[in-house]
């Protein structure tokens, strides 16, 4: 082994023989990209079929801490792009992967982070053929930051958006609700909280491919991280001019979320999620979607949250446990931040 730093140092980022040392040890032993020229080279043959089109997409993580319960940096890098994709109808294959790492950062860290991507890939089934390695000073970023582009292949004929969506379609998510967030704020050790609460943090590309096969004329579909289910739904009435009604007694949640949220004045509609996403289908294709996500472990947990109405279009609307109403409005502000 060349490499024998215990930690990154700014030498690691400048060009020599440490950054060499770096990369091929921690990095490409790990990925195997396909030869190490200044780009990856791409062939499909998805791609030669008439009417197919590419999906491209990029996310840049900061999570605090980057190792918690569930997961890590790498595991949300790479299942947070892939997730981007596969809401899209596409199918993910490769990936980009960028570090930005903070002299003084562990080696033995960047070398399980990077571990945990190339495990996550593997499952995914992508690729993370091409990247990008920069050290910075102390101080001036905590640790490491990741950001990932991937790319897949939307087949011919696949239409999957937001405006799609037409009163009387049924809305499903694939697990309870609200995990990623509890885990993070509670990891993070600024409240005397205790909790065996993990992440969700998941790669869904295989669940969507079993939901548009059992449900072909699905509508759109959306990942619940950042501003959670409350946030996407919002997003996909006001895009598709309908209105939206969720019903609290079917909302997958674990008491020790909503008791973690009712101690701190959060509302878990809104927590982030890294493995779940709200799809939205015709309602006679609703038993069948359900049932597929149903048979893979990632979605296990799904169920019928609510449904698309004519009424108050671009509006969320929730029929509470005791009868009533409520509007359930964008997320104004931050919960909870870094926690991506």
């Not at 998805?46 to 089109?53: C, S």
Request: charged share 20%; net charge negative; hydrophobic share 45%.
């Amino acid at each position: 082994m060349a490499l024998r730093d215990e930690r990154v140092t700014l030498a690691h980022g400048g060009g020599g023989k440490a950054m060499r040392d770096l990369i091929e040890e921690v990095f490409t032993s790990v990925f195997q990209p396909p030869g190490m020229e200044d780009q990856a080279r791409l062939t499909e043959a998805a791609l030669a079929e008439p009417g197919a089109r590419l999906a491209f997409t990029t996310d840049s993580y900061v999570v605090t801490p980057v190792e918690f319960p569930g997961g890590d940096i790498g595991k949300i890098a790479v299942c947070g792009t892939v997730n981007d994709l596969a809401v899209g109808g596409a199918r993910p294959l490769w990936l980009s992967a960028a570090f930005i790492l903070e002299e003084g950062t562990e080696v033995a860290l960047l070398r399980r982070i990077v571990a945990t991507m190339a495990r996550e890939a593997e499952a995914a089934g992508v690729r993370i053929v091409t990247g990008d390695t920069k050290v910075v000073g102390r101080g001036a970023c905590d640790g490491v930051f990741v950001t990932t582009s991937g790319v897949g292949v939307i087949p011919p004929g696949r239409e999957m958006a937001a405006g799609r969506v037409r009163p009387g379609d049924v809305a499903i998510v694939n697990g309870v609700l609200g995990d990623h967030g509890a885990t993070i704020l509670a990891a993070r050790g600024d409240l005397a909280l205790t909790s065996d609460i993990e992440s969700d943090c998941a790669a869904l590309g295989h669940l969507m491919a079993d939901v548009i096969a059992a449900a072909p004329g699905i509508r759109a579909a959306r990942d619940l991280t950042r501003g959670g289910l409350a946030s996407a739904l919002n997003e996909i009435a006001q895009t598709a001019g309908c209105g939206l009604v969720i019903e609290e007694t079917a909302l997958p949640l674990r008491p020790e979320v909503v008791g973690l949220c009712e101690i701190l004045g959060l509302d878990p509609l809104y927590l982030a999620n890294e493995g779940r996403l709200v799809v939205f289908v015709p309602e006679a294709e609703a038993a069948a979607a359900l049932a597929a996500m149903r048979a893979r472990p990632e979605g296990a947990g799904a169920c019928v949250v609510g449904r698309a109405v004519a009424e108050h279009a671009g509006q969320v609307r929730m029929r509470t446990a005791f009868g009533g109403a409520r509007i359930v409005d964008m997320l104004v502000g931050e919960q909870l931040p870094r926690i991506c």
